[in-house]
């Protein structure tokens, strides 16, 4: 039900959210600097392979894309993604100390976004019946693959808020 | 046992009156059976004890001090033995005032700590040990409907103020906040108070730096000075607006406003000054559209216009 | 699970050889089952690696790098795919050398804080993890014998020091006492030194006051000046002998001594002094005849002889 591009979503909402945006990215950058820094892990592209066998997946923001842009459905994946993420951010707790604080940070602040845009979906009254759950988490049976896991999480994270950060500003 | 002391309350309004007995046990057999029990308020004998023998031989005192003006005092039950006045049970009287009720509570959110401080007024002292705990409840739709309570914020002694940890807080939706104080005499509450802790963020003033002129200019434009700003880094997030102030270093200077600036810029040209004068510059910057607080004005910056 | 890097050692001497193996397991089936498996250690491939197919149909290569000569280092097992090559697992290599025997160990006895304080010289830096621990055993003539342990002392990371607690002393008892230092290649002893904590209290230097000699006394005798001292507090109940050290305020003066004096005295007089002469004084205290330690001499006490 394609509602007009922004005229259900008040603008404090909009607002907030892209504040939230930029702060996660924030947040994010500094988990990929210290996870470089500490264990000179700075390249997700070379830990593709390994990603496909930890079971990290990207999450979808396909309703969100300018060309088919479906406002609802937009928030649910929205919501959908932030919820997997808080779910990989909780799974790679204990990758160290150097990075724990700021993975708490991060996983706070991505819980704390998530939370936001399921409320607004209550206002809306298009909130889905249940809550959706974070489904299968990867195991990580070793330090690297934690920390290797961090790496792949935290590039995946910024690409999928950067594709946010567009449709929030659009709708704004 | 050989006696002992029972209160009315042993916490008391300060004034109000307290009652007191004293049992004196058969076991005290070496005492003389009529020495009369005596009471002591501190080193003071008190009279008007009213004394009874029991049924079971056992002898009881009781007294009633009409006003306790100490906050703390030491009762005792005493005995006269040969001629030397024996303590046989001891208690300590307190008095004070019901907790008074908490004021002025105030909050802000630090980016740097990552904690929501919020402090308060604890109101006159109650003369008794008095414990305040900062309480929350997580609501929505501006408090109208609250929802879980966040875990209690226990000041540390004698501090009015308490830092509620990140993990705690969900700083975009509403919380529900206030005061509780509790004494032996019963407990108050501040006023409720309703915000986002987001909205409540104190921004640490922006940097401000002197650009040099590239030399051909300087010259020519005696009236401006080139310089750049940026916000404090933790709050770059945020859109914010900011404000400049300068005045020339002048008797009865005052100063002048340019609103509003964007929160950084790599170049700005500020014009229409006085040639050849020092001039103090100071910024401060706010989170805008979004609610937020003004940040302190910067150390000043100190520059000079050219001659002309 | 992709595949693995298993270790001779993951912690080796500095310059000694080091051995792994990676296994590239079935379940990396989106791969060229022929691709070479390459090393990297830090970013540089090292070549060398030998390969071989095993019976269940995975992979594995062995390395062997004859030198390590990094502290610290990351061996990575990589695979090319496309054209990019794939970390498939990584492990922290580290070299070092076993823990160096600490010296120079020293206690003392703080009567302030009722502690045992002890330090040591660790010794070179070893480039591992190495725990430093103060061991000590309660004992008896002397040390011959040894009875039950007193609880290890740990200190805080990087301090080369540590402070026994006063419960778990005997103050007048023999204690053995030595620090182990253990790291992953092995563990080193200090010598084992043995002594009463109380023969080993350091004392507070005493406090030297004027005397304002009575008026008429004075001038008689401009070759005197009067004082007073008292050992520091904490120690008075402990015998001990002090010293005094004086000399005129005069170019290449020399301290002369004077010794042995009580540890307190309400008026002294010193003589034989040039009269009309600024003069420094300053004393110290040992525990005698019991074992004990030099205070350090006191602050000076500026004194004038009078006029002849």
Request: net charge negative; glycine share 6%; hydrophobic share 35%.
């Amino acid at each position: 039900t394609p509602l007009g591009p922004a005229s259900s979503l008040p603008p404090s909402f909009l607002l907030q959210c892209l504040e939230q945006v930029r702060k996660i990215r924030a947040d994010g950058a500094v988990l990929q600097e210290r996870l470089c820094a500490t264990y000179k892990l700075c390249h997700p592209e070379e830990l593709v392979l390994l990603g496909h066998s930890l079971g990290i997946t990207q999450a979808p923001l396909s309703s969100c894309s300018s060309q088919a842009l479906e406002v609802v459905d937009c928030l649910h994946q929205l919501h959908s993604g932030l919820v997997l993420y808080q779910g990989l951010l909780q799974a790679l707790a204990g990758t160290s100390p150097e990075v724990a604080s700021t993975l708490d940070l991060l996983h706070l602040d991505v819980a704390d976004f998530a939370i936001n845009i399921w409320q607004q979906m209550e206002d809306m009254g298009v909130a889905p019946t249940g809550k959706p759950t974070q489904g299968p988490m990867p195991t990580f049976t070793s330090a690297f693959q934690r920390r290797a896991g961090g790496v792949l999480v935290a590039s995946n994270l910024q690409s999928f808020l950067e594709q946010a950060y567009r449709v929030l500003r659009y709708l704004a | 046992e050989c006696g002992r002391i029972s209160l009315s309350h042993p916490i008391v309004r300060l004034g109000d009156p307290v009652t007191a007995s004293c049992v004196i046990g058969q076991n005290c057999n070496h005492l003389d059976p009529e020495s009369e029990i005596l009471w002591k308020l501190e080193s003071e004998l008190q009279p008007g004890g009213k004394q009874q023998r029991l049924p079971d031989g056992t002898r009881k005192s009781t007294i009633t001090l009409p006003h306790l003006n100490h906050t703390q005092a030491h009762l005792s039950c005493c005995l006269l033995w040969g001629n030397s006045l024996q303590i046989i049970d001891q208690v300590e009287l307190q008095a004070g005032y019901p907790p008074p009720t908490p004021y002025n509570l105030s909050c802000l959110m630090n980016l740097t700590i990552n904690s929501f401080i919020c402090q308060w007024e604890p109101g006159p002292e109650p003369h008794l040990p008095t414990n305040f705990t900062l309480k929350s409840i997580k609501s929505r739709d501006n408090c109208q409907t609250q929802e879980e309570p966040i875990q209690e914020c226990v000041p540390e002694a004698g501090q009015s103020r308490c830092a509620i940890q990140r993990k705690h807080l969900l700083l975009y939706q509403s919380l529900v906040i206030w005061v509780q104080a509790e004494n032996a005499l019963g407990t108050s509450q501040s006023p409720k108070l309703c915000f986002h802790p987001m909205d409540l963020v104190k921004l640490e003033p922006p940097t401000l730096e002197a650009l040099d002129p590239s030399p051909e200019v300087a010259p020519a434009q005696p009236d401006c000075l080139w310089f750049r700003w940026e916000s404090w880094k933790p709050s770059l997030f945020m859109e914010q607006k900011c404000e400049l102030r300068y005045q020339p270093q002048l008797r009865e200077a005052s100063w002048a406003l340019v609103a509003p600036l964007p929160s950084c810029t790599l170049h700005h040209k500020l014009c229409g000054l006085l040639p050849a004068t020092a001039y103090t510059l100071q910024m401060r910057c706010i989170r805008w559209p979004l609610p937020g607080h003004w940040s302190d004005w910067s150390p000043s910056l100190e520059l000079n216009t050219a001659e002309r």
